[in-house]
């Protein structure tokens, strides 16, 4: 049974989805990648509370790591990114091609990073950690702006502010 909630975030109105009582989705206004909004099943503010207490304890700056039971509904290949997204630490960065050695197969930094771009889980599974070899940002569902935004918060060199 899936179920989803509308929340207020400094970020701008994110939409929760859960499964089953797990979380499976952040999403952005104009998110590239969005799902139907018909997918997000029937509203239930209720079932999010621990969500949103993290989500809110992140955007001040109180919470590092979250810790929520989550369904990463995707291919083996991309839960396996997904998954190394979340051992990316908080205020750091990682690049795709970094990923792609982790994973053992260095030739799929391109594989790494579509994967990356369908992360159903945005902020929480932090796909915004991850930057082009170079040190530039690249691609980001929300925008860069917002992937920038999020990372200078992180570091504490910058606010969140509303889109």
Request: proline share 7%; net charge negative.
């Amino acid at each position: 049974m899936r179920t989803n909630t509308v929340i207020d975030s400094p970020y701008g109105p994110l939409t929760l989805v859960a499964q089953d009582g797990a979380l499976a989705g952040i999403y952005m206004d104009r998110q590239r990648h969005l799902p139907p909004q018909e997918s997000f099943g029937e509203p239930d503010p209720a079932a999010f509370g621990p969500v949103i207490d993290q989500l809110t304890r992140y955007f001040a700056g109180e919470l590092r790591h979250f810790d929520l039971p989550m369904f990463l509904q995707g291919t083996d290949f991309q839960r396996s990114v997904w998954e190394l997204l979340l051992e990316i630490p908080y205020g750091e960065t990682a690049t795709y091609g970094e990923l792609a050695q982790r994973l053992g197969n260095p030739s799929a930094a391109r594989a790494v990073g579509l994967a990356n771009g369908k992360n159903p889980i945005s902020i929480i599974v932090p796909c915004h950690r991850v930057i082009g070899s170079t040190g530039n940002l690249t691609g980001y569902g929300g925008g860069l702006a917002k992937k920038r935004q999020l990372l200078d918060f992180e570091r504490g060199t910058g606010q969140l502010t509303a889109w």
